[in-house]
């Protein structure tokens, strides 16, 4: 039985591993504007907890918690430069809009 249990926390500790790999590529993904900031943070939120719900030790989940904040850093930051791209393209139109007005008048 000890046998298995020590398995058990080896595969844990395994999916763990590869699990903070996946989501530092995809803070890497956000970061570099390839994935949009909502699809993001529900990917992360699935993610989180799935592992959650594993039996991990403090330390994987202690891993798992720092990656899953810096990821989260990345998120809050591409939100914010996506809206600021969308009020620049909203002030883009709206001078378009003010010069057509201006021509007309």
């Given at each position: 039985m000890p046998n298995n249990l020590s398995s058990i926390e080896e595969q844990t500790s395994e999916l763990v591993e590869a699990t903070v790999k996946l989501l530092w590529?995809?803070?890497d993904d956000v970061?570099?504007?390839?994935?949009a900031s909502d699809s993001a943070r529900v990917y992360l939120a699935l993610v989180k907890g799935a592992c959650e719900?594993?039996?991990?030790?403090e330390k994987d989940l202690?891993?798992?918690s720092a990656v899953c904040e810096a990821t989260n850093v990345?998120?809050?930051?591409a939100a914010d430069r996506e809206e600021q791209g969308k009020l620049g393209l909203a002030r883009?139109?709206?001078?378009?809009?003010?010069?057509?007005v201006q021509v007309n008048a």
């Open positions: 590529a995809h803070r970061a570099n504007g390839k994935v719900a594993l039996p991990a030790s202690a891993r798992l990345a998120i809050t930051a883009q139109g709206l001078a378009k809009i003010d010069s057509r």
